[in-house]
């Protein structure tokens, strides 16, 4: 099977890409309280922002982020 096989098209369904775990916890990155973090382009302005999802891998500790829904 080659390396491009192995992967699904939705990356959040892909295992760990340090430890190959398929075992997460789910959550997100936040600033204070509640703030959630954003994807914003270099070029971007207010309004061009994506929150951003995170996973722990529970077997490396391992996180990742993932752009979700266009917040603006």
């Known amino acids: 099977m080659d390396q491009q096989s192995k992967h699904n098209e939705n990356p959040k369904e892909n295992p760990c ?9 789910w959550g997100r990155s936040v600033g204070n309280q509640h703030d959630w973090v954003y994807f914003r382009p270099d070029k ?6 994506e929150k951003l999802s995170a996973r722990k891998c529970i077997k490396c500790q391992n996180v990742q982020f993932f752009a979700d829904v266009k917040y603006f």
Do not use: A, E, Y
């Open 17 to 25: 890409h340090i430890c190959g775990s398929q075992k997460f916890i």
């Open 44 to 49: 971007g302005v207010w309004g061009d922002g």
